[in-house]
């Protein structure tokens, strides 16, 4: 599992725009008939959210302007830049870790299984591409047997063999 990136599927599985945007749209459409995963999704996104307004309300006084105080009080605004800078940067990077997360646990499958339901011959658990005519084989780059044998959760399998799924007719277009 990727920790920067989420990875949908073997980089040397390389499917054109519209395909790429037409499985994704699929993968959105199951992830939300899901609702174990539009949770999850939802607490992890807003995980960093908290953080920021806990840590802000917990310190509130590191982003306060100070007063130079005397006969002509000047407000220094440096240290308050400087705290809210940082602690911006901050957030962006938990952000970014929060949603790669959030992406790897409660989407990448979707897209998988998609793919699976496409054709696509790509190992559920490390979307590495499987050798297209013994797609039950145990997945060469992780182990993992090609089809759902070892997955855990029953939700998965159940996505993964959905027969509505089958159905990749796109009416949009
Ligand atoms: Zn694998």
Do not use: K
């Not at 970014?96 to 190992?123: I, S």
């Amino acid at each position: 599992m990727n920790h920067l990136w989420p990875v949908f599927h073997d980089p040397a599985y390389q499917p054109s725009l519209p395909e790429r945007l037409s499985f994704h749209w699929q993968a959105n459409l199951r992830m939300l008939r899901s609702p174990r995963d539009m949770v999850l999704f939802t607490l992890i996104s807003f995980a960093p959210l908290a953080l920021l307004f806990g840590f802000m309300t917990l310190f509130p006084g590191l982003y306060t302007a100070t007063s130079t105080g005397g006969a002509t009080p000047t407000i220094d605004m440096a240290p308050l830049m400087f705290t809210t800078v940082v602690t911006f940067m901050i957030f962006l990077v938990l952000q970014h870790l929060a949603f790669v997360l959030a992406m790897n646990l409660t989407y990448t499958h979707h897209v998988r299984a998609e793919l699976r339901a496409r054709g696509v011959p790509v190992c559920p658990r490390c979307a590495n591409l499987l050798p297209p005519h013994t797609p039950e084989a145990a997945c060469p780059e992780c182990g993992g047997a090609g089809s759902s044998a070892t997955m855990r959760d029953s939700d998965r399998t159940a996505s993964i063999d959905d027969p509505a799924a089958h159905d990749s007719e796109d009416p949009s277009r």
